[in-house]
């Protein structure tokens, strides 16, 4: 694989220089939330990982400006070889809830594989109330 020559960390705003990802349409909120369950059915092959990150904003900021974070999963991902997918939860906030308070939020998955890439697929989102 050739290297970037100017890569781009995945946290900053546009760009991002890993070939592979799924980046949801930003959503809007009708109420102010403080949290973000993620859920998903994962497959990672070895050699591969997915790592998913987010963005919120409040009603007079542009969401697009915003610098992506990256969120750990809840529980780890096994590598599997196999057609198998697995749940994973990734949980911005914790379970209380700790981030400012959001409206818009927006979320990314980058999947990185050497020779197969990790695949997800039925995302769920919750969002957790002020």
Known sequence: MTPHINAVDETQPTGGTTGSKH???????ELDAVGIETKALVNIPDGADVVMYYRTATTDENIYDKYWIQQPTVNTIPSDNGPSFRDVTWLAGGQGGTLNPFNQVQTKFVLKGTDLPATIRNLRFRYLAV
Not at 23 to 29: N, R
């Open 23 to 29: 980046i949801t349409s930003p959503v809007i909120l």
